[in-house]
């Protein structure tokens, strides 16, 4: 299973263009980084500039609309994610309880979808079986329409 | 926390830190099934403990200090006064480690020192070559990857009792034979760690591709086969082989997805959709590659593997395939691992590089190979080659061959259809 840990520091949504943490953070970091690597399970990982160096694209009405950053109603914004590779929710959990952040900050754990990573006919043959009802519902109902 | 989510976390805690304790406790007590007891049985403890308490901030410092006193205990109750000098030794030091730390962190902050080292030294032990594969294979999952007996054994389709057994008597055989708890000598390193890079990718293989039944894929042993080969490889980061292995492992595995059509039918390498190799691990097994080439020196047997699995991923489309450069690192793998099965890759590589004919003449070279009278990939090549001069009868007759020998019944049916190709209408050249 892969799992990313996308790192939300608060405040980063304020951030000066080109804000770096300070080398003490960056050290203490790496060495985490390290403990993963070791133990086989960092598949990537990246770090991002804060948002007043990016821009949102949204689409009002179904148009692209551009704005830039900083984004004053962000409350929670990416700082950087790792993505892992692990046997269970509770292990991404286990990792990220160990990452060396400070007080500010929030790991949240999102499992990356990969269900078509495994051939058909090892999924559940429900899973299958419903999708096809799911269809068929909804193929009915177009008719009835 | 509910007793369930308490037993996940707790399993989850004992996959990242069963294999560091195990090491830790071996280094203590010398001996490696005893080591795992101890673990085991600190495990226990926490399994009671922490389905009231909840699961402490630092369970691997918990699990350690437990397992610890566990040793202790052991040795006191063994009349340890009785025993050989070493171990008279090996109590004393324990006692000391034991009274000079005084909080669990410390202890474990010590332990972290050597912690590699450790590892290192299990990761050997495990695969030491006084074992049989099978041996080496369960004992390395169960003792560095942490899976239970009962999940190997699901693992390697064989009834729990057997992997159970087969654990017990390969730790009795260490025990037995002394197998010292150490990281061999320079002399030695050569061949232990192939010993070790064989067991990872054994476990691998066997979860690539099932030889026998209707599975395809367990795809959880690629997953504790990567996991571990990537262990190994930061263990001893200056082996480019170990570094190799893992490229070569990484870029199989990225083709997953890709080799297996909608109804489990198996994709080859050429006819697969690109866009559905995975190119994380692409980019990964790229990498690794990279850092077992830049490590100096001949190509080992994994690395040149790799270099040539390389050479499909670089590739964007079948056609844009470097079939010379393939042809020529299987060449180099046949100077420095001479087999049939390479004379066979290399002889495909030639004919993708310079025709089915040449190719022809190579595997005919081969016909006669006695170790490969079973092996269903030498007619299956030689009817594809057939296929492309046109000589359809003798193509459907290997093919018809192939299929007799293969153990995999998805790939029987998919050498049969290539047999009944031959006289349709339909010809299929490839």
Redesign the interface.
């Known amino acids: 299973m892969r799992f990313m840990m996308l790192m939300i520091p608060k405040g980063y949504e304020k951030a000066a263009p080109g804000a770096m943490p300070d080398a003490k953070t960056i050290a203490a970091m790496m060495k985490y980084n390290e403990s993963l690597?070791?133990?086989?399970?960092l598949?990537?990982l990246e770090g991002l500039h804060p948002p007043s160096m990016g821009a949102r694209v949204s689409f009002p009405g179904g148009k692209p609309k551009v704005t830039d950053g900083p984004f004053a109603e962000a409350k929670e914004v990416l700082g950087g994610y790792w993505?892992i590779?692990?046997?269970?929710?509770?292990?991404a959990?286990?990792?990220a309880k160990r990452c060396p952040a400070s007080e500010n900050e929030t790991i949240e754990i999102r499992q990356v979808q990969e269900i078509?990573?495994?051939?058909?006919?090892?999924l559940p043959p429900k899973l299958g079986a419903r999708e096809q009802e799911l269809r068929d519902e909804l193929e009915r109902k177009a008719k009835k329409r | 926390m509910t007793a369930s989510a308490t037993h996940s976390a707790i399993d989850a805690v004992w996959r990242i830190e069963s294999a560091k304790i195990i090491a830790g406790l071996a280094r203590m007590v010398r001996d490696v099934g005893l080591a795992e007891e101890l673990a085991q049985d600190a495990l226990v403890v926490a399994l009671e403990r922490w389905s009231e308490t909840g699961v402490p901030d630092n369970p691997g410092a918990w699990l350690m200090a437990t397992a610890k006193n566990r040793a202790l205990d052991h040795f006191r109750r063994n009349k340890l006064l009785e025993r050989k000098h070493e171990e008279l030794t090996g109590e004393m030091e324990l006692e000391q480690e034991m009274a000079a730390a005084d909080h669990e962190t410390a202890l474990v902050d010590a332990m972290d020192d050597d912690i590699g080292d450790d590892l290192l030294r299990l990761v050997f032990v495990a695969c030491h070559p006084v074992l049989s594969t099978e041996a080496r294979a369960a004992l390395t999952l169960r003792l560095l990857c942490g899976l239970t007996t009962d999940e190997i054994a699901r693992a390697f389709l064989v009834p729990e009792p057997t992997i159970a057994q087969r654990i017990v008597r390969a730790k009795r055989t260490l025990a037995e034979t002394r197998v010292p708890f150490e990281v061999p000598r320079r002399d030695e390193l050569a061949a232990r760690l192939s010993s070790v890079l064989e067991i990872v990718y054994l476990v691998f293989n066997e979860g690539y591709s099932a030889t026998a039944g209707e599975d395809w894929m367990r795809p959880a042993l690629c997953e504790e086969a990567l996991r571990l080969g990537r262990i190994v490889a930061e263990l001893v980061p200056n082996e480019p082989e170990a570094h190799g292995l893992v490229a070569l492992m990484e870029i199989q595995a990225s083709r997953a997805l890709a080799r297996v059509g909608p109804s489990g039918e198996p994709i080859l390498l050429l006819d697969q959709d690109r866009a559905r190799w995975d190119h994380l691990l692409v980019r990964r097994g790229l990498a690794a590659l990279e850092r077992a080439e830049q490590l100096g020196g001949q190509l080992g047997p994994y690395a040149l593997q790799a270099a040539i699995a390389a050479c499909h991923a670089r590739a964007r489309t079948a056609a844009e395939t470097d079939w010379t450069r393939i042809g020529a690192l299987y060449d180099a793998l046949a100077q420095i691992a001479p087999s049939p099965v390479v004379e066979l890759n290399r002889a495909v590589a030639i004919s993708m590089a310079f025709g089915p004919a040449e190719g022809l003449a190579l595997v005919d070279a081969l016909a006669s190979e006695p170790a490969l009278r079973s092996y269903h990939l030498l007619p299956g090549v030689r009817g594809d080659l057939l296929v492309k001069l046109g000589r359809f009868d003798e193509a459907r007759a290997e093919f018809e061959r192939a299929a007799s020998l293969t153990r995999n019944a998805r790939e029987r049916k998919l050498l049969l259809d290539r047999a009944a190709a031959t006289h349709s209408r339909f010809r299929v050249v490839k």
């Open positions: 690597q070791k133990a086989g399970v598949l990537s993505m590779q692990v046997k269970s929710r509770e292990e959990i286990e990792w078509s990573d495994f051939p058909a006919e090892n």
